[in-house]
């Protein structure tokens, strides 16, 4: 069935590091990617999302690259900041005019950055 | 920046009550979800609705829950015989397309006592 595993589950950096995420899917036909941060009591919040005929995008400190044959794809923040601290949703979808779009949602990461 | 609302924020009930979750989608978006969120768990789809029908539902979507976009701004999930497994976070998300930009609401805590 489809189903979308993310790693690691809890990540702590220092303040200024990088922090990665990655995530597998196993549903072939899923073409969009998209990336959530859920902040406490709060609802998934879209942070960057990426379309499977593209390897990589990039928004100021945040990239997301995607492996369509390794059916990988990954979050990549650069000089993280303590607002950063949040749990980081992947998502996959084979979004098309007749299938609704359905997002198949990764486990989460809950990312602790230390100032 | 457009938002989707839902209300409450919380609700309590007894187990066996009818609950209806209230939500209103960004207002030229066509296409709405629910999602529910068990604590400490990852979010899980329960049903896409388009044109006025639902287009998919998973599994966790059955008889017990329904869904109805009464007018042209409110979309409602019903469950009609609550259960305590069905205490959770449920968000409402809705999309233009359908094919990406999902906007999901702050959610509404369900909690079946």
């Known amino acids: 069935g489809e189903n979308v595993e993310q790693h690691p589950s809890t990540l702590s950096v220092q303040e200024g590091d990088s922090a990665v995420i990655k995530c597998t899917y196993s549903d072939s036909a899923s073409n969009y990617f998209p990336w959530y941060k859920q902040e406490l009591g709060k609802g998934p919040q879209l942070i960057i999302d990426i379309r499977s005929n593209v390897g990589e995008k990039k928004d100021q400190r945040i990239a997301v690259t995607l492996n369509k044959t390794a059916k990988h794809f990954s979050l990549h923040i650069t000089e993280t900041q303590p607002e950063d601290s949040a749990v980081y949703f992947c998502a996959a979808s084979r979004g098309g005019y007749n299938q609704g779009g359905k997002l198949i949602f990764g486990q989460g990461t809950e990312l602790s950055v230390k100032p | 920046e457009p938002e989707v609302t839902q209300t409450p924020s919380h609700q309590v009930t007894q187990m066996g009550q009818e609950v209806i979750l209230r939500c209103v989608p960004i207002?030229?978006?066509?296409?709405f979800y629910w999602y529910r969120q068990i604590l400490g768990q990852k979010v899980e789809f329960l049903v896409s609705f388009y044109n006025n029908e639902i287009s998919e539902k998973s599994e966790i979507f059955d008889d017990q829950f329904s869904v109805e976009r009464p007018d042209g701004s409110n979309f409602t999930l019903k469950i009609r015989s609550t259960k305590l497994e069905d205490s959770a976070m449920y968000f409402c998300a809705s999309s233009m397309t359908g094919r990406g930009g999902y906007t999901f609401g702050s959610g509404t805590r369900l909690t079946v006592v």
């Open positions: 207002s030229n978006h066509l296409y």
